[in-house]
Structure formats: structure tokens, C-alpha cells
């Protein structure tokens, strides 16, 4: 009796060191992402372990602005970025210091994500549409940011110039909260996720969709030269997030009807990750579910179109494209 304890005691120790040891050799890396739903597959793949399944141990490391994600991938601070594409991610990527690796939330009619928003008093005094925008003063997070090449497009699409609105970089998406709420600008472009409790509390204003306006791709999963190097950190990462972007397609995106995801059986898992890790309620989840590809494919023309345009406004370097940053081993184009 005594002999089998003491294999049966040999044999957990083994299983344990054994289970400790694969452990040990999984692959570390962090990501650099924001609180919002358009990382919806990222929060599934670490919340289900997509992450862990694939031989990967991932640090999630937060963020208020997409552009401080692109210079913390470039310093090695993060291993990835997945955040939306910038002048400044553009800056760093035509330098060869970033390689765009996936495809991530797109703007898309009929799953709202980023909205315009007006301040009370421009709203009383009559800003009521997006195309109003033109001559107020429009708070972004950052000079060259998705939110300013949004508003860039409005701009082209409603003949104003952009030139005549003044435009006001604020830093962080609660900074340009507050500002709206302030009535220190006329408007800001934020996600709704943002600025739900804002204009629940009657702080401030809905004018419209960008998705509806004008679709575009606005994210991506990103990396530096050094963690390219990684070949199988690379793989192992995209097969998780495939995963992960599959089943949010199917599951919560299927659900959308008129802006919001239905809760059920099958999506209230999805959403309580995506809740979780967004800081929101499921009831407001479901109405700011971001659209993203099914294989999460990148619309390549519309990233060359990007950098055209902020090239054009001189925030980004010229003599490169689209070519010239995506790393075309791992990107499923569009």
C-alpha cells in the first residue's frame, strides 16, 4: 500500500512539473490596446484562452490614445499594437520600425462605433448634422488620429475645408470628453462607449455615425522588426486572434439589428468578456459593437488612401505606401 502511495505521489509530481514546464515554455509578450469593443477579439482570445491554447502567455497593457500604442510597439515596450492607424503609426511604420501584420475594426455602416458629437450650446445654436461641422471647433485626440482623418473625410465628402474648422488635439479620449462637456469646443469625435454616459446625463449631443458618413478601415494589429523576428510568437498570436475574430463575426456580429447586438445565450458570453474588459454594462455594449472581417482581412487600398491623405495634410512623411508597411507574409488583404 505504501509502494503505491509513493507512486501515486511520483506520478502527480511529474504531472505537475510536467504541466509547470509547458508553462514555463510558453511564449511571453504584451499587448498595447484600448478599452474600447473594437479589441472585442482580443479580450475573447485572453478571456477564453485562445491566447493560452496556442502556447502564448499575454499581458494586456491599456491605453487612453491609439498613438501612444504605436511609440510603445516601436520602444519594445509592447510586443503588438492593435489599435487604430495613426499619422504617427504611419511615421514610425514608413521609417521601418513598425510592420502592420492583420486587420482589425473597421468603420462600417450599421455597426456604430466612433460618433460626431455636439456640445449643448453649438447644438442650440445650430449644429444638428455631422455636415454642420464645418467652422466649429472639433475636438481629436491627437493631430492625425483616426478621429482627424475622419473628420477629413466628412470634410471631402460635404466640400467644407478642413482648414476652417479648428481643429483641437487634446491628448486622450477623456480629455476631449470633458472638453465637449465643458463647452470649452462646439464638438468632438469620440467612440460611443466614450461618450454614452455624456449624452445619456444630457451633457452633450448626437449628430451621426462615421461609419454611416464615410467607412474606412480603422485598425490593425501591428508589430517592430524585433518581434517579427519571432516567427512563431507572430503566428501563434494571428492563429488566436483568427480565432477569436471568427467567433465574434458569427456570434455577436450576426446578431446586429438596427446598431445593436441581440442578447441571448449564445452572444451574453461574448459580451460579458467584452463588458469586462471595456469597463461598460452589457446594455451598452451591445450598442457599440465594432464591425471586424470574419479572417480579419485588411482593406489595403484604404489604407493606401490613408496615408495619401495624411501625407497630403503634411503629418505624414511622403515616398511610401501601403506596400511599404505591411508585412505581406502574414496580412490577409482585402
Known amino acids: 500500500m505504501k509502494k503505491f502511495a509513493r507512486l501515486a505521489l511520483a506520478g502527480l509530481l511529474v504531472m505537475v512539473a510536467s504541466g509547470t514546464a509547458r508553462a514555463d515554455d510558453a511564449l511571453k509578450a504584451k499587448i498595447g490596446v484600448l478599452r474600447l469593443s473594437s479589441s472585442a477579439p482580443v479580450f475573447i482570445a485572453q478571456d477564453k484562452g485562445y491566447f493560452r491554447e496556442a502556447g502564448l502567455d499575454i499581458e494586456l497593457k491599456f491605453f487612453d490614445a491609439a498613438q501612444p500604442i504605436a511609440v510603445a510597439t516601436t520602444s519594445g515596450d509592447v510586443d503588438f499594437g492593435i489599435t487604430a492607424f495613426t499619422a504617427g503609426l504611419y511615421n514610425l511604420a514608413g521609417k521601418g520600425t513598425l510592420k502592420v501584420i492583420g486587420g482589425m475594426s473597421r468603420e462600417k455602416a450599421g455597426y456604430p462605433l466612433i460618433g460626431y458629437f455636439a456640445s449643448n450650446n453649438a447644438y442650440a445654436a445650430g449644429l444638428k448634422t455631422p455636415k454642420d461641422l464645418a467652422g466649429k471647433r472639433i ?162 487600398k484604404n489604407v493606401d488612401n ?24 502574414y496580412v490577409k488583404a482585402d
Not at 178 to 193: F, H, Q, R, Y
Not at 315 to 327: E, L, Q, S, T, Y
Request: charged content about 20%.
Open 139 to 300: 475636438a481629436v485626440t491627437q493631430v492625425g488620429s483616426s478621429f482627424h482623418y475622419s473628420l477629413g473625410l466628412l470634410a471631402d465628402k460635404y466640400g467644407f475645408k478642413l482648414a476652417d474648422t479648428k481643429v483641437m488635439p487634446l491628448q486622450s479620449l477623456s480629455n476631449a470628453a470633458a472638453a465637449l462637456k465643458g463647452e470649452t469646443v462646439d464638438a468632438a469625435l469620440l467612440p460611443i462607449s466614450t461618450a454614452r454616459a455624456l449624452v445619456d446625463s444630457g451633457g452633450a449631443k448626437f449628430l451621426g455615425w462615421v461609419g454611416d458618413e464615410t467607412p474606412w478601415q480603422l485598425g490593425a494589429v501591428f508589430a517592430s522588426p524585433k518581434t517579427l523576428a519571432n516567427k512563431a510568437l507572430v503566428t501563434k498570436l494571428l492563429g488566436a486572434l483568427a480565432r477569436a475574430d471568427r467567433e465574434y463575426h458569427d456570434v455577436i456580429l450576426a446578431s446586429v439589428k438596427d446598431g445593436k447586438a441581440e442578447i441571448n445565450d449564445k452572444t451574453k458570453p461574448l459580451l460579458e468578456i467584452i463588458a469586462k474588459y471595456t469597463n461598460l454594462p452589457v446594455a451598452q455594449v451591445v450598442g457599440n459593437c465594432a464591425y471586424i472581417d470574419p479572417d480579419g482581412k485588411l482593406d489595403v
Open 306 to 329: 490613408q496615408i495619401a491623405w495624411l501625407q497630403a495634410q503634411g503629418f505624414v512623411d511622403k515616398g511610401f505606401g501601403a506596400d511599404a508597411i505591411i508585412a505581406k507574409e
